[in-house]
């Protein structure tokens, strides 16, 4: 029985040594198997308990003798003999795992003076431009944003264009390629208007001043004479028998602008205490002193030809209807075109039709 039990024994002790030479990493089953140059968790953590050591199994032939004759199995050589038990090396603690954060780059950060990323010409022209204190002042149809800035603001002295006006600004616009580029302001500020030659400054003219003219029925020799209102009253003219007044126009007391001017006067007849009216571009006062006419009285002011602009009617003078031997026939008739027809005075017996002067329409 004892040797049987050391048989086994014996086979069981060979075993291991076989399969232990065989397999020498079995007896490490917990080594990690890393790469020193590669794995972190080669290296050495400080204060880390160091791994247990396994002891090697002795080679040994228990219970045979170099005689081949077997010993006594004692309890002292079952124990020296006793196949050592496999042991398991406690684990080695694994470092701990250090997350590794992708590398990113610090954020950018941009200044005044430092151009951001991908940023356009037109851009950082605009920013270097307000960068230096301009800022748009206008937009112009030709260069769009305009940007401005006073001398004063930067203690610069004007430029020499500047020089004499009262502007001292300076101007930019952002062209097609993005380039800030200076404006002339001539292009941008309306010219100063010259300074004109002081001249006397004309005299205010008054409103012309007009007169009513009225015809009345003579005592006289019993047809109508023109007589203007400032000459006499109408109650003056009717204690004197002149009657049926009639108004036909009025007339310039002040005399117009222009040479297109007529003066009309009064003529006292040489036979006939009445009056008759003249113009004195058509018969001077000699000519009228020759055939007896007396007493000229200036009367009113009228116009030579028809005004281009303005509403005005002819002053026609007739020969009365009185016998030849009567000493007032004469041209006492002044009428205005649109008063009677040539017809009407023809046909009463008027004649000698001549052309006076023009006046504004009644």
């Known amino acids: 029985m004892k040797k049987q039990l050391f048989l086994q024994l014996l086979l069981v002790a060979f075993s291991s040594l076989v399969y232990g030479q065989s397999n020498p990493e079995k007896n490490y089953p917990l080594k990690p198997n890393l790469n020193p140059n590669t794995d972190s968790r080669n290296q050495q953590t400080p204060n880390a308990p160091a791994p247990a050591s396994v002891p090697a199994e002795p080679r040994s032939n228990q219970g045979v003798t170099s005689g081949g004759q077997s010993k006594k199995n004692t309890p002292s050589a079952q124990n020296k003999h006793q196949p050592a038990q496999e042991t398991t090396p406690p684990p080695v603690p694994a ?30 022209a605009k920013r270097q431009l307000i960068a230096d204190g301009y800022k748009v002042c206008m937009t112009h149809p030709d260069y769009g944003k305009v940007y401005c800035k006073d001398a004063a603001d930067t203690g610069s002295k004007p430029t020499k264009s500047q020089r004499g006006s009262a502007s001292t600004k300076t101007y930019y616009y952002i062209d097609e390629d993005g380039i800030a580029t200076p404006l002339d302001r001539k292009l941008v500020e309306p010219a ?19 007169v009513r003219v009225n015809r009345w029925v003579s005592p006289v020799f019993g ?56 113009t004195e571009h058509m018969t001077s006062d000699a000519k009228m002193i020759e055939w007896g006419f007396k007493n000229k009285q200036f009367v009113f002011y009228a116009y ?24 007032c026939r004469e041209f006492t008739l002044s009428v205005t075109e649109t008063e009677l027809t040539d017809a009407q005075l023809l046909s009463w017996g008027y004649t000698g039709k001549i052309l006076q002067f023009y006046v504004p329409a009644p």
Do not use: H
């Open 95 to 124: 470092a701990p795992a250090v997350k590794t954060e992708p590398a990113t780059m610090p954020p950018q950060t941009t200044s005044g003076a430092e151009k951001p990323a991908m940023e356009s010409p037109a851009a950082a």
């Open 304 to 327: 030579k030809t028809r005004p281009a602009s303005g509403n005005y009617v002819a002053v026609n003078r007739w020969i009365n209807t009185l016998p030849a031997e009567s000493g």
């Open 223 to 278: 047809d109508f004479v023109t007589i203007p209102e400032d000459k006499s009253t109408d109650a003056a003219l009717r204690s004197w028998g002149y009657k049926d007044k009639i108004f036909q126009y009025e007339a310039f007391l002040t005399r117009p602008e222009g040479d297109n001017v007529a003066i009309v006067n009064r003529w006292e007849m040489p036979n006939c205490k009445d009056f008759v009216l003249m």
């Open 192 to 210: 100063p208007e010259k300074e004109k030659e002081k001249l006397p400054e004309p005299k205010a003219v008054p409103a012309p001043q007009m």
